[in-house]
């Protein structure tokens, strides 16, 4: 499953890169969020499957702490990215005229770059947050990485000032970005449906049925991890949970977003054929 996801992703990455026809904002973000994915995975999958056939299966306090804000810094960076996104697809399909005045390479340039800021910033208060937690019990994470309700858990402290702190940054990550994206849908839909042919409307919903999809997925799996108290924390359901968000959706973000995408096999095509 990691093999295929990486080598997914890593195919958007180099077609959008290569192919002329691919050098639009919607694909500049695929590749990027593409790129995120990639890394958002790395940091999580070799540790976990070195931790499988590791007898001891340790790991240093700083070594948890990074990877905990890598981890929540690049699922940060892509949870801004797919707010940008639905503006790009927002824009794209009710102001189509507009277009390309408005979604420009550099507005482009600074959404990401406003997305991955965000992502790090907000990772590094809440890792700090946390890892300033005295932990005098248990060290043993029941997990598979260094997650954050795992990890809190295990302080014996009253952690009720970091919880809130932990909801307000996922409040800023999770829930303001997912409720952008929906509100921004709820105007998308309105416009395909005053699309009078059939054949306009299906290619309108086509280009956004994807990345709605992947933000459901994303967001779903999130929202219900790490939006709740301590009180609510469920170490088994956790891990099936996480697992299917670190491994199973990533895996499936590529056949979802690009490579059903009549130009991405299109793209495929042409570089095959100029290489054959």
Known sequence: MH?????GHTTIVLISLIDTCLQTPMYFFLRNLSAIEICYI???VPNMLANFLSKTQRMPMLGCALQMHFFIALGGAECFLLAAMAYDRFVAICNPLRYTLIITKALCLQMLALACISGFTLSLTLTTLIFLLPFCQSHVINHFFCDIPAVLFLACSDTRSNEIAVFLVCMLILLIPFLLILFSYGFIIAAI???HSAEGRSKAFSTCAGHL???VMHYGCAIFIYIRPKSYYT???????SLIYTNVTPMLYPMIYSLRNKEVKGALRRL?????
Request: glycine share 0%; proline share 4%; no cysteine.
């Open 3 to 7: 093999l295929i996801t990486l080598a």
């Open 213 to 215: 999809l992947v933000s």
């Open 193 to 195: 449906l005053r699309i």
């Open 235 to 241: 170490p088994e359901q956790d891990k099936i949970v």
């Open 42 to 44: 790395l940091v999580i």
């Open 272 to 276: 095959l054929v100029s290489h054959s």
